[in-house]
């Protein structure tokens, strides 16, 4: 039959306001994270990561937010911008042997207006 | 510097066939990865490339291969293809295995008919 897709968050904002996306992660040992962002026709490109042994990392215009205790990751978006616009997909790793593989999230649609 | 490069960007095959595609990471990378990616089940792990070895394996049939060379550039191959293998297969490249960024190629579209 035919496969139903998956269906994905969205969120849409102005051009200039802050968004945040959200993300709750499965493994309790996963001790690396990522966030990536995909545009149509291309693969993910790395935004911000951040280790377990952290609770907040800041980058250009983002910040990650990590709360192991509820196993939830967000990514803040300041002064968000039409180029912002794409899908958010977090990615969890839990080291040891997972030799190499993240674990993705379903992502979410992130539209800015201008 | 250049980042990883996958060919061929689309391909269409037959059902039964069986394909190849390649992958080379961004220079100095040791780890290649590859990813599943369908509207039904979002990004999924194939598996895992280290100085030529297999580490690490996803949840997917033997019909799905690969292989690393010793210049870190890597192929994955899907026999007997079907319907269902529809996707855009993604390569990622990292300096190490675990806990450091990977950097995804543009993906190759395939379309199986």
């Known amino acids: 039959g035919e496969s139903v897709g998956l269906h994905l968050p969205t969120l849409s904002v102005q051009e200039g306001d802050n968004s945040i996306i959200n993300c709750a992660y499965s493994?309790?040992?996963?001790?690396?994270f990522i966030w990536y962002k995909q545009e149509s026709g291309k693969g993910p490109q790395f935004i911000i990561d951040?280790?377990?042994?952290?609770d907040k990392r800041q980058g250009q215009r983002v910040t990650v937010l990590l709360n192991k205790t509820v196993k939830h990751l967000s990514l803040q978006i300041a002064a968000t911008q039409p180029g912002d616009s794409a899908v958010y997909f977090c990615a969890e790793n839990a080291g040891g042997t997972s030799y190499g593989k993240l674990t993705f999230g379903q992502g979410t649609i992130l539209t800015v207006h201008p | 510097k250049a980042g990883v490069t996958q060919t061929p960007r689309y391909l269409i095959k037959t059902r039964g066939q069986q394909v190849t595609l390649s992958c080379s990471p961004i220079?100095?990378?040791?780890?290649v990865s590859w990813y599943q990616q369908t509207p039904g089940q979002g990004l999924q792990f194939l598996f895992e490339y280290f100085s030529e070895t297999q580490r690490n394996k996803g949840n997917f049939p033997g019909r799905f291969s690969g292989r690393q060379f010793s210049n870190s550039r890597s192929e994955m191959n899907v026999s007997t293809l079907e319907l269902g293998d529809s996707a855009l297969y993604l390569c990622a490249s990292s300096v190490r295995t675990v806990n450091t960024e990977a950097f995804f190629g543009q993906g190759t579209r395939l379309t199986v008919v």
């Open positions: 220079s100095g990378h040791r780890s």
């Open positions: 493994n309790s040992a996963s001790d690396y």
């Open positions: 951040i280790r377990s042994n952290m």
